[in-house]
């Protein structure tokens, strides 16, 4: 069980997360994400999103990011299993919007696909 701890948390906590092999960068290079506040993703997974950048905007449509990275300040809180992409930087809950920002379909929607 320590190991598990040990890596899901290596390099995502601390104030000095830049000065320990922190692979957590900001996605800031996107065109079809509605998002304005910064998002953050794990630097492996940045190609994953940048794909889906460029999905959305050849089906027309705007990605609404509903949840992304979360930073877990109390590394003895519990995390639930469904939770840990968010906190690797690998999660990515979103809901797909019209050009006109209207919902065309949520997290509902999109895991009865």
Not at 28 to 33: I, L, R, V
């Amino acid at each position: 069980m320590c190991m598990l701890i040990y890596l899901f948390h290596k390099g995502f906590s601390g104030k000095k997360c830049d000065k320990r092999n922190c692979t957590i960068v900001e996605f800031s290079k996107h065109k079809n994400f509605a998002s304005k506040p910064k998002m953050y993703v794990d630097s492996e997974v940045m190609k994953k999103w940048t794909d889906l950048d460029g999905l959305a905007g050849l089906c027309g449509v705007k990605i609404q990011p509903v949840r992304t990275f979360s930073h877990q300040a109390n590394l003895s809180a519990k995390i639930e299993y469904k939770d840990y992409p968010f906190y690797t930087g690998r999660g990515l809950q979103l809901e797909v919007l019209d050009k006109d920002g209207k919902l065309l379909c949520n997290s509902i929607c999109l895991a009865s696909k």
